[in-house]
């Protein structure tokens, strides 16, 4: 596999380029030292997010400055995170993150400025860059006007055909290939392999859509949606889907039949560490006969949630994105080997999947974690990450 390996700078606050700029030459210029201690790695490949206050300024004037800072960093972009619109480290960010949808024109401009910026800063020799977006929107979002998702849709769907052109203009004037990828996430209008091929095949049927219009495969997202990683790789390969990105992202689990019932009030109490309000921490339920439900956030699962009610429950895996290193903490353990899984099946572990090799860690829960659960400062934990991606990978 020929891959571009970064981590994503959401995990970091600011939505203004001053503020990008600082926190880029504090954390993301000092996991480069390490890597470069340890590994040899003289750039750093870095996952920008760029929220649109920040893509406006870029666009205003600071494009040409701001490439000139990435490269005397030796800071490497290939990607950008077009998901999170605003402000993502707000005091409750829950489905406001989903705001505006693929049927706003909001989405469609600001996901423009961004492939005109990411263009503009890929490096001589990096003739491909992508971008990963939501899953057009959440459905009855408490924080929006009431909508139509099948309008919306088909209203999401126009304005990537449209994004699409604007892509083949974009490349045909710079050389340079912008992909955009739809991330799937739990609870969204698009939140299952399932989903994504049926809207691809509706919406985006020809190979001038399917060259700029891709998918963002994200590993944590996937498994709270209990699928098999390699059978998700797999069918997007067979609906000649390319994979734009993986954002390579672990989840909580709570294996019921492994923890003892007698530890089973421990364990709700452990997981209540991390029902916390900036995000929403979306649950997928497998029972014991093999069904599935999703609740929309954990801390509202655990409140309905007794000891007694996990008879018949045999895990919930929670969409919180823990360190990828991490196997087991306490009570609950991770979804690490579905990482594995999926690095296998990239690495020809399955046939015919068109993959940009674009690997993105993207643990941008690490500032609310139990303090416990971060190793030292956030430089050291994020370098720790990409290290042992690298060793993986190796």
Known sequence: MNQQIGYCTNVHAGIEMASIRRNLTEYAMAVRQQLQQSNGIDQLGVGLWIPDKASTELIEGQLGDFRRF???????????????????????????????????????EYTQRLATILAALLPDDQPLGSISTLPIGWPNNPFAADSDAKQDLATAGDQLRQLAEFLKQLEHNTGKRIVVAIEPEPGCLLDTVDDMVEFFDDQLPELTHRRFITVCHDICHSAVMNESQRAVIQRYGDADITVGKVQVSSAIVADWNAIPATQHAAALKQLSEFAEDRYLHQTGQVGTDGSFRLATDLPQLIQQTSPADLAGVERWVIHFHVPIFLERFGLLTTTRDAVLECLQALDGGVTGVDFTGHLEVETYAWTVLPAEMRRRGLADDIASELQWLINQLD
């Open 70 to 108: 990435l490269s005397d960093g030796r800071l490497r972009p290939y990607t950008i995170n077009g998901f999170p619109f605003a402000n993502f480290h707000g005091d409750s960010v829950k489905q406001r993150v989903y705001l505006p949808t693929w049927a706003d024109a909001e989405r469609l």
